[in-house]
């Protein structure tokens, strides 16, 4: 396994298919909820990073102590911002108790740093999330539109829930977008002109505001 850089923000070989973790995650609910499914190797030193979905993308996990603790979280999500090397993408535990530091939390990573943010409800269900990022990622090139329609229509609760959170899509049109738009990553690069046919101008706006990078 080659490594990274001394600062733990460069590139990493992970296999096809396959996801790297830290080694702070071993026997937790999150790595049990993808094992079986996808396969895990598991590394030391990968700080700040938690989980890389392939050589230049990676998982930022922040649970619901690390919100309720404080800013600590920050440092990891600049380090990697501000690596021209790695594509991070921030995964954010938001129950009932973290709720309230949730906005803080979605302000500071897609406003100030233009990172795209995923909340979760549970470790299971961020689980479920990050083998769909690695599916997305493995089958992209593939450009057959059954493949993509059945994809959506299998990608478990947890990306249905995530882009039900998303500021004025719902539940009502939540599926309506996976349909158009069964990625995570064609969504936040869908445009508003793409976006509007689906929900409208109102929700198209709010839904590229909250993927847009700040300039």
Request: glycine share 6%; net charge positive; charged share 20%.
């Amino acid at each position: 396994m080659e490594g990274n850089t001394p600062d733990g923000t460069g590139p990493m070989h992970v296999p096809f298919g396959h996801i790297v973790a830290n080694e702070k995650w071993r026997g937790s609910q999150l790595a049990q909820g993808m094992q079986g499914k996808i396969k895990l190797v598991f590394e030391d030193g990968l700080t700040p990073v938690d989980f890389y979905l392939s050589s230049r993308s990676c998982i930022l996990y922040i649970t619901e102590a690390d919100l309720v603790a404080g800013n600590g979280y920050r440092k990891r999500l600049v380090r990697v911002r501000n690596s021209s090397k790695l594509q991070g993408i921030v995964v954010v535990e938001k129950t009932q108790m973290s709720e309230q530091y949730f906005a803080a939390v979605q302000k500071f990573t897609v406003l100030d740093l233009g990172m795209v943010l995923l909340p979760v409800a549970s470790q299971t269900e961020a689980s479920c999330l990050i083998i769909q990022l690695v599916q997305e990622q493995t089958k992209e090139p593939s450009k057959n539109p059954f493949l993509r329609k059945k994809r959506a229509l299998i990608s478990e609760p947890a990306l249905l829930r995530t882009v039900q959170q998303i500021p004025g899509v719902g539940k009502v049109k939540a599926p309506l977008l996976l349909q158009r738009f069964p990625s995570i990553q064609q969504l936040s690069n869908a445009s508003i002109q793409e976006l509007e046919p689906v929900v409208g101008q109102s929700v198209a706006q709010h839904i590229h505001a909250f993927f847009t990078q700040s300039r």
